[in-house]
């Protein structure tokens, strides 16, 4: 049962990471847009690199062509370090004022004990698993370094299922748990055995 709760907190707070990330794709596209449709900026830009190029129209032409791209790939790169960054910041915010995100809210569950280290530690590696490994691969992708890309995908599908899989044994802690110190109990929850104070004889 705390499993599904779990998996069920994670789906709606990834949700709202992926509305996040629609939104940048959308502000993302409308710039490149605007860059690329600039027909004044393009001619001047054009016209005085070519006056400047001493006769070397092609050289001129690569070059002003390798700027646009170049700017390209700095939007989407800057895309993809926002997303990181607020995701982040949803996630140790959340935890440290209210000790739940919204997804963990809306299912009856919190992170115990509360604090801002113990928070920003479970949102770095939360934000990792989730978004950041992912975000790395993608802009290696945009960068033209394929077999890297590739590479860290794989890392970010192994550190995804490394942070996950431990929720459905028998201590229930993901790797974000186990490293910030911290547990998900709730509504008709125990507290994890980890996160009780040991006996005393």
């Known amino acids: 049962m705390q499993a599904f709760r779990r998996a069920t907190a994670w789906f709606i707070d990834f949700a709202l990471v992926l509305a996040l990330a629609s939104a940048l794709a959308v502000l993302t596209f409308n710039r490149i847009s605007a860059l690329v449709t600039d027909v004044p900026e393009l001619a001047t830009r054009g016209g005085f690199d070519l006056l ?60 115990t004990p509360r604090g801002p280290g113990a928070a920003a530690r479970r949102a770095a590696v939360t934000t990792a698993a989730d978004v950041a490994v992912y975000a790395v691969a993608c802009v290696l992708l945009v960068e033209g370094e394929f077999a ?51 006996r005393t004889s």
């Open 52 to 111: 400047t190029s001493r006769g070397d129209v092609l050289g001129a032409s690569g070059d002003f062509g390798t700027s646009l791209w170049n700017k390209s790939v700095l939007y989407v790169e800057q895309a993809f370090v926002l997303l990181v960054v607020v995701t982040f910041l949803y996630q140790w915010a959340c935890l440290t004022l209210l000790g739940r995100t919204i997804g963990k809210g809306l299912t009856g569950l919190r992170i």
């Open 148 to 198: 890297l890309s590739v590479l860290v995908w794989a890392a970010a599908v192994t550190l995804f299922l490394v942070n996950a899989l431990p929720v459905l044994g028998p201590r229930r802690r993901s790797l974000a748990d186990r490293l910030s110190g911290t547990a998900v109990t709730g509504l008709g929850l125990s507290t994890p055995d980890a996160t009780r104070p040991a």
